[in-house]
């Protein structure tokens, strides 16, 4: 049985040239799927495939694909657009599975732990493929440019998560940009003798995705400074666009030209970055 996971491009020991033509034949995989289909809403996704899908509580597991009885299980306690994309993601187990030539090699390059961290960020990229097609990606960035505004586009247009879109988007980006979905969370402070460990409010990153030669990634639960454009951004509830910097958790910063969006309580973010920096010249993030 499968398990739905995170967008990921942390896959250990594969060359960037295997990992690619992987990439590109699970999306051409999950194109072939999607042409057949009637449309993308949830009936629609499964109608290609032979199985049964189940909603059901299932704890911190978004979802999971049983090939032997053919079901497809989806948590029924996830946002909508989270289910959405875990349904592709399982889906994408289902044709990488149906695909000997693919599981093959895949098994021949990995094995054990290893290669279940290809093949969940493989479904992954199939996911993409099946909600955020190239031509609406190419759509989108056509319109809109690398910039927050794009990621908000496609997000509500692919009707998925601004972090599965942000990935997606990511891959499709030919510039220098590093994305961000950046929100307010909570955080913990420093330890005080004698109160103990205490914990505040602060807006954060939540996830990032670097355009493919780019160096650099925005941990997670990174803080994005008060007079930082992001945060201005979130206060005024207005779209910001200027020069300013990436502030990586290390304190250390790169100059990016940064666009923020505000959506809801949420701003989504795109860096583009100097040439020289995107090529690894300079380490900011100490």
Same mark, same amino acid.
């Given at each position: ?16 040239? &295997? ?15 999607? #042409?057949?289909?009637?449309? $993308?809403? %949830? ?5 290609? $495939?032979?199985a049964t899908l189940t909603f059901m509580p299932m704890g911190d597991r ?21 289910? #959405?994309? %875990? ?29 279940? @961290? ?9 996911? &993409? ?6 031509? $609406? ?9 690398? %910039?927050?505004?794009? $990621? ?58 670097? &355009? ?51 959506? #809801? @309580? ?9 040439? #020289?920096? &995107?090529k690894g010249e300079d380490d900011p993030a100490g």
């Open positions: 049985m499968t398990q739905g996971q995170p967008p990921s491009d942390q896959v250990p020991d594969m060359t960037a040239s &295997a990992l690619g033509a992987a990439k590109a034949r699970m999306r051409e995989l999950a194109t072939a799927y999607a #042409r057949t289909l009637p449309g $993308l809403d %949830t009936h629609s996704l499964m109608s290609g $495939l032979d978004d979802g999971a694909y049983d090939p032997e009885h053919r079901v497809v299980l989806i948590n029924s306690r996830v946002r909508p657009e989270r289910q #959405r994309f %875990t349904l592709a993601h399982e889906i994408s187990h289902a044709l990488l599975l149906a695909d000997d030539d693919l599981l093959s090699d895949l098994h021949d390059a990995y094995e054990g732990e290893r290669l279940e @961290q290809v093949i969940e960020t493989l479904c992954n990229v199939g996911a &993409a493929a099946l909600l955020m097609p190239e031509p $609406l990606m190419d759509e989108v960035l056509s319109r809109f440019g690398p %910039t927050g505004r794009a $990621l908000a586009e496609l997000a509500r247009r692919a009707d998925v998560s601004a972090s599965s879109a942000l990935y997606a988007l990511a891959e499709r980006t030919a510039q220098p940009v590093l994305y961000a979905v950046c929100a307010v969370s909570r955080v913990d402070a420093e330890p005080d003798a004698e109160e103990g460990r205490s914990s505040s409010k602060a807006l954060t990153v939540r996830s990032s995705a670097a &355009a493919p030669g780019v160096k650099y990634s925005l941990r997670p639960g990174t803080l994005i400074p008060e007079d930082h454009p992001v945060a201005v951004a979130l206060s005024t509830h207005l779209p910001i666009a200027q020069e300013s910097y990436v502030p990586f958790r290390s304190g250390r910063r790169m100059p990016a030209y940064v666009d923020a969006f505000p959506d #809801r @309580q949420r701003v989504l973010v795109s860096f583009a970055l100097p040439a #020289r920096a &995107a």
